[in-house]
């Protein structure tokens, strides 16, 4: 999903890249040289899983597995989906370099913060887990259409009807993101758990 270039005001242009910029610094400063191969791969994978657009008046919707994404990376989400978007931008010209910080606020925060309030509950080793699991991709997906919406609503009231239309779009979304999420992760845990993230 991405908000297209003219559509949002400056003054959440800038906020959307201030809040972007806290969250990279933040990332960066953690990453070893160990991680880039792994976050290199892994937003290449976002970056070819959203390449499909549905196109919707000023944005468009897509798988994005960013729960999925979450899961593995943890708070390293923010630069993967940032150099994901920002490639998107530069070659295909999906989104725009003034919304880069919304867009990449909006595909990564929702994620990251369902994995760090539910990070204990993906410690359990019972069935938990996988409705957890679930829940996270399902609604990481469903959170990003609804904070997408809420900011078009906030630029214009007259996109109430087009954030309505969103949301009932990403609801079947949200689903099949969470099935998808479910099954990676719990084959993911089986034959490689130490990368997952909420299992560290």
């Avoid at 999903?1 to 960066?28: D, K, N, T, Y």
């Avoid at 959203?50 to 979450?70: E, K, R």
């Avoid at 990481?140 to 997408?148: P, Q, R, T």
């Avoid at 919406?149 to 954030?163: G, Q």
Wanted: contains cysteine.
């Amino acid at each position: 999903m991405h908000i297209s270039e003219g559509i949002l005001p400056a003054p959440i242009l800038i906020a959307g890249w201030g809040a972007i910029g806290v969250f990279l610094f933040w990332s960066l400063r953690k990453v070893s040289g160990d991680k880039l191969p792994r976050l290199a791969i892994l937003s290449s994978f976002f970056f070819l899983v959203s390449f499909i657009h549905i196109p919707i008046g000023p944005a468009s919707v897509h798988l994005t597995l960013n729960g999925l994404l979450g899961l593995l990376l943890g708070l390293d989400i923010f630069p993967a989906i940032f150099t994901a978007l920002f490639f998107q931008a530069l070659f295909f010209q999906y989104g725009g370099f003034t919304v880069l910080g919304v867009n990449t606020l909006v595909m990564a925060l929702p994620p990251f913060l369902l994995v760090s309030l539910l990070r204990n509950f993906l410690k359990n080793e019972s069935k938990i887990f996988k409705i957890m699991v679930f829940l996270i991709g399902g609604f990481s997906m469903l959170f990003s259409g609804l904070l997408m919406a809420l900011i078009l609503w906030i630029a214009n009231p007259k996109f109430y009807v087009l954030s309505s239309a969103f949301i009932g779009t990403y609801l079947p979304l949200s689903i099949v993101e969470g099935i998808i999420t479910a099954l990676v992760v719990s084959y993911l845990k089986k034959i490689k758990k130490e990368e997952l993230i909420c299992c560290q």
